[in-house]
């Protein structure tokens, strides 16, 4: 007998239904991408948020509420609430917080955990993804043009991208389809970052590469993606979506840094020259609010401002003389009044200070210490500084010998989640050790409140690690681990 199988055209896509077996696959999506034939049937209804028969568990298309067969509604199986994120942090060009500066340690998510009093550091995590292949990994959830958020784990020196199948529990490569390799291998790995920018229901991802500025476009239910490249020299730092356009440092002619400037969608690229010498470790993480972009680095800062008629303009700005940045101990500190402050060390008497960044005659503020910070929250050893982190802070507690290593801070409820490790030479010391595995506690600290010990890693510079948040989990991966590690979050 020959099979019948139903061609239904919905909203939802083209879906080829089986009348015998009762069962629905999808073909195509509205678009017309026709679903990669390696893709589990299950995996597929659930990225396009297909919904279930609560009885047999039957997947049906997300067009129908209730069962024809039974009558009975049908449960959703999308998240209710939802969350793009754009690594390293999570924040985009669209954060909904308003007063999120972009290129800190901050994450417009919050970062409560369940369960928070029954938590300790010898428990195991809430929850495990799948293995992944050896690398430096970063992550990016968005729906990339599905009705469910989507995972993909980035690994830019190997310029790969991998989807997280939802139902089958496992990675699968997505293949590069049009486009050259954007694979790169960073000065600085500290300066990664990627940019998201949405335009007709699709997610353009962008990020550096060997040539300049890599726009990606991933199509997971396709298992590929295309690239475009802009620019011709290599990528210098990370690329920041500001006063519309992607902006990205890149290496020009005779050895100059140049900025680039590409309007999404458009052909056409903008190209500002700088006085700005080449960065021998590359940039840092560039910090960003509405009044300017800077990408520092060891020799000085590169900035771009709108003068007074809304022009774009570049500005190369060295340190004091006499100071160097100490990029090791954390990013810039923002003060409540919207200005940065890099750490610096005198090179003579090896005096730390805070110096006020993006002006050609900033103020340099001494510090008795050097504090860790993640943007607005530091540490002196495990203490969390409220206010400015050169002021005087408290007498040392009893753990002078342990110090807080902020990983990530919430621009919401304020809780910071760092790793306290022993430091018996102190923080300089523990940042330049060599390669040997160290114990350290995963920790989330509100303040007013304790810190509640987590979890535990036993790797080499666990500080290193890479947090991000995905279905309603805060996961944390690092090199060493073979699997990125998740704890609950508070709903």
């Not at 309007?263 to 509405?290: K, N, S, W």
């Not at 919207?338 to 008497?349: A, H, I, K, M, S």
């Not at 060599?434 to 510079?461: C, H, I, M, S, Y």
Request: net charge negative; with cysteine.
């Amino acid at each position: 007998m020959e099979e019948q199988i139903e061609p239904w055209e919905l909203r939802s896509g083209t879906w080829l239904r089986d009348p015998v077996a009762e069962t629905w696959r999808l073909a195509a999506t509205p678009d017309g991408t026709a679903v990669d034939p390696r893709l589990p049937a299950q995996d597929v209804v659930r990225l396009m948020g297909a919904h279930r028969e609560a009885a047999s568990g039957a997947w049906f298309p997300p067009d129908f509420n209730y069962s024809h067969r039974t009558g009975e509604p049908l449960r959703l199986t999308m998240p209710t609430v939802e969350f793009p994120w754009v690594p390293p942090f999570g924040a985009s060009a669209l954060s909904p917080v308003k007063a999120l500066a972009r290129g800190m340690r901050q994450t417009p998510r919050p970062l409560i955990l369940a369960r928070t009093q029954e938590r300790s550091a010898d428990d195991p995590p809430d929850s495990t993804l799948p293995p992944l292949p050896p690398g430096h990994y970063r992550f990016v959830v968005d729906r990339f043009g599905l009705s469910c958020p989507t995972l993909i784990a980035v690994e830019p020196e190997l310029g790969h991208l991998l989807v997280l199948l939802p139902e089958s529990g496992s990675w699968m490569a997505l293949e590069r389809t049009a486009g050259a390799s954007w694979g790169q291998r960073q000065r600085n790995p500290r300066g990664w970052r990627m940019e998201l920018v949405h335009a007709q229901g699709r997610a353009t991802a962008y990020g550096p590469s060997a040539t300049g500025l890599a726009a990606m476009a991933p199509n997971p239910i396709g298992l590929r993606y295309t690239i475009e490249h802009t620019g011709d020299g290599p990528a210098l730092g990370g690329p920041v979506a500001w006063a519309g356009e992607i902006w990205l440092p890149v290496l020009g002619k005779e050895h100059r840094v140049q900025l680039l400037g590409k309007p999404h969608g458009a052909a056409r690229h903008i190209v500002l020259l700088t006085q700005a010498p080449v960065p021998q470790h590359g940039f840092e993480a560039p910090i960003v609010d509405d009044r300017h972009v800077n990408w520092p680095c060891d020799e000085g800062q590169l900035v771009l401002r709108l003068d007074d008629l809304r022009d774009k303009q570049c500005e190369w700005i060295a340190w004091p003389e006499g100071v160097r940045p100490v990029f090791a101990m954390g990013w810039p500190y923002r003060t409540r009044s919207g200005t940065f402050w890099q750490l610096c060390r005198g090179e003579g008497d090896g005096r730390f200070a805070y110096v006020e960044m993006g002006m050609a005659a900033p103020q340099v503020t001494p510090a008795e210490a050097p504090r860790l910070c993640a943007g607005r929250a530091c540490y002196h050893g495990t203490l969390r500084i409220e206010g400015d982190p050169w002021r005087a802070a408290p007498a040392a507690d009893g753990a002078a010998m342990q110090i807080v290593a902020p990983l990530l801070e919430s621009a919401l409820d304020g809780a910071v989640v760092g790793l306290r490790m022993d430091a018996p030479h102190g923080i300089l010391s523990l940042l330049h050790a060599g390669n040997a595995p160290r114990r350290a506690v995963l920790q989330v600290e509100v303040p007013g409140e304790n810190a509640v010990p987590f979890g535990t890693l036993d790797v080499k510079r666990p500080w290193l690690a890479q947090l991000f948040v995905h279905d309603a989990h805060l996961w944390v991966h690092h090199p060493d681990l073979p699997q990125p590690l998740g704890w609950k979050l508070a709903s």
